[in-house]
């Protein structure tokens, strides 16, 4: 099955540096990544997500980027703040009725 | 709406004890599931549901039985509880099985088996 390797496991900035964060994935077929965020105590949700058909995706200051032949994505936080400390989950899927495989997560502290 | 509402937030077993964590969700929701998480480990996969009467497991199954008489609720059943199954869980839904859709998470039960 899918295997999901997430990196690193923790990750500290300052704030208004950038964060990123890198998973790979083993299956060629996967065509679906989503990333999803928690907060200390809360439900994760879902922040950005990124399908094999386009390379990049950004929404203010986040932006997941997607490498098919190296099998890997990326999480890109810039203008790090706060309240971006959370638990930050990468997840992959290799088809439409498929089941959704996380990563361990990364711990993200930005520090002020 | 309120979204998915899991029951109850924190719980103690004792090792053999059995008991049924509650999800509802208010969404018409055909895709429920169940997730463990563990420190480490990420957001692991119990058990799924991709409507009424349909169930199957996932990635770590054993010791839980799910069931799935209506759209709205999706119970797990802790059998035999063990140490092991320390965790924190979270139930999950989205409108269909389909896997490239946004999951909704309930704000879940925190369960210690001593």
């Known amino acids: 099955g899918e295997n999901v390797e997430q990196h690193p496991s923790t990750l500290s900035v300052q704030e208004g540096d950038s964060a990123v964060i890198k998973c790979t994935y083993s299956?060629?077929?996967?065509?679906?990544f989503p990333w999803y965020k928690q907060e200390l105590g809360k439900r994760p949700q879902l922040i950005i997500d990124?399908?094999?058909?386009?390379g990049e995706k950004k929404d203010q200051r986040i932006a997941v980027t997607l490498n098919k032949t190296a099998k890997h994505f990326s999480l890109h936080i810039t203008e790090t703040q706060p309240e971006d400390s959370a638990v930050y989950f990468c997840?992959?899927?290799?088809?439409?009725?498929?089941?959704?495989?996380f990563g361990a997560g990364t711990q993200v502290v930005v520090t002020p | 709406n309120a979204g998915v509402t899991q029951t109850p937030k924190f719980q103690v077993l004792k090792t053999g004890q059995s008991m049924t964590l509650q999800c509802a969700q208010d969404m018409n929701h055909e895709y429920m599931s169940w997730y463990r998480q563990d420190p480490g480990m990420g957001l692991r996969l119990i058990h799924y549901?991709?409507?009424?009467?349909?169930?199957d497991q996932g990635e770590v199954p054993n010791g839980y039985n799910v069931s799935r008489s209506t759209t709205e609720d999706f119970p797990l059943r802790l059998l035999s509880a063990a140490p092991s199954q320390t965790s924190v869980y979270f139930c999950?839904?989205?409108?269909?099985?389909?896997?490239?859709?946004?999951?909704?998470f309930g704000s879940g039960t925190q369960l210690s088996v001593l």
């Open positions: 997840a992959s899927s290799t088809d439409s009725w498929g089941k959704l495989q």
């Open positions: 299956d060629s077929a996967s065509n679906y």
């Open positions: 990124i399908r094999s058909n386009v």
């Open positions: 999950a839904s989205r409108p269909t099985g389909r896997t490239n859709e946004k999951l909704f």
């Open positions: 549901s991709v409507g009424a009467g349909i169930t």
